[in-house]
């Protein structure tokens, strides 16, 4: 009698799982940033951004709102209003009737009845006539003694708004016939700046785009280029 041996088959372990060449390509790439731009950049834009903005404000304080409320800046010269004015003030003189002015106000008066020079000193002193004319008494917050003259109301043309220290000796600069082409070419300045501004940072927004927008393509290009990998138990070809 032949015996039949019986051969248990072999225990088939599990295939160890293949790797798919290729397989990274299928995740998204990350966007390319931009190199990160120094410090020395953004302060310098800090920078800009500021005298801008200073330059915009003195602009308005010192020539829009004196010609639209019909005030006059004037530059103070001597040290008689100090510490309150110092030399080099530039000061803006609203127009006031006489009856509006009180005790204690800061007064521009013209030294003279229809002659260009004038002084600017506070009202220390109202006086007022049996026939209803009024005189003022001025003096100077650095001087020990009142003006020499009462002055009338006729001579009155304005009381100070506000001031602006330093900024006087500028306006002598530009006073005369030089205001009429320093001020177009600083203000032609001014909106070139500003234009360059917007324009370089519409420049770099598009720059920053076109490179997301190159990365993006490139991700797509590598993942359409890579192979499909086979199936397992698939045959060969």
């Keep these: 009698m ?46 800009s951004g500021a005298v801008l903005l200073l330059v915009v404000a003195l602009a308005l304080l010192l020539i829009v709102v004196p010609k639209v409320t019909g005030s006059t800046p004037l530059t103070v010269l001597t040290s008689s209003m100090e510490p309150t004015l110092p030399p080099g003030t530039l000061i803006i003189v609203r127009p006031v009737t006489p009856d509006e002015i009180r005790i204690g106000d800061v007064v521009t ?30 003096k100077g917050d650095n001087n020990s003694v009142a003006d020499a003259d009462q002055v009338l109301p006729v001579q009155i043309q304005g009381r100070l ?32 700046y500003m234009g360059y501004m917007f324009a370089s940072g519409a420049v770099s927004a598009l720059r920053k785009r076109r490179r997301a927008a190159a990365a993006v393509a490139a991700g797509a290009a590598r993942i359409a280029s890579t192979p499909e990998p086979a199936a397992p138990g698939s045959p060969l070809r």
Excluded: M
């Design 2 to 47: 032949t015996s039949t041996q019986l051969q248990s088959a072999p225990e088939h372990s599990p295939a160890p799982a293949a790797s798919v060449p290729g397989a990274a390509a299928n995740e998204a790439p990350a966007p390319v940033d931009p190199p990160d731009k120094s410090l020395l950049h953004y302060l310098g834009l800090a920078v």
């Design 109 to 138: 008066y013209q030294i003279r009845s229809g002659e260009p020079g004038v002084i600017t000193h506070r009202v220390t002193a109202i006086s007022s006539s049996s026939e209803g004319g009024r005189t003022f008494t001025f």
């Design 161 to 192: 708004w506000y001031s602006v220290p330093w900024v006087g000796w500028v306006n002598n600069a530009v006073n005369g016939q030089s205001r009429s082409w320093i001020v177009p070419i600083v203000a032609g300045l001014l909106f070139a």
